[in-house]
């Protein structure tokens, strides 16, 4: 028998993460979170993840600078961060962006 189950998360209704994300829809093996109006600044620090990622940006731009390459991230752009991949990613502009992670981010304190 194959799972009917749907789920359904709100953007407006989302719990929010430390560093600004909001928490989208999450499965046993992928998760969402929105980056929303993410506002330029200095950096974010250096890190590397337990997890993959994907993304889409929405509108605005940001470089992403993973294991000594930058790419520009624009509106229509979308990236992967290997797992334990170290990068840093500096906002130009303000930035909106939808990533799915691979486990699920927000599990086990993957995010922290």
Do not use: N
Request: aromatic share 6%.
């Amino acid at each position: 028998m194959t799972d009917k189950s749907v789920i359904k998360v709100s953007s407006q209704s989302s719990p929010k993460g430390k560093m600004g994300q909001k928490y989208l829809a999450s499965g046993i093996k992928v998760s969402m979170r929105l980056w929303e109006e993410e506002q330029p600044g200095e950096p974010k620090p250096q890190t590397s993840r337990d997890y993959e990622t994907v993304g889409y940006v929405i509108q605005g731009k940001a470089e992403l600078h993973l294991e000594g390459q930058m790419v520009l991230l624009e509106p229509g752009s979308s990236w992967v961060v290997p797992l334990g991949a170290s990068h840093t990613y500096k906002i130009l502009e303000p930035f909106t962006a939808v990533e799915a992670t691979c486990p699920p981010a927000e599990v086990h304190g993957r995010d922290e």
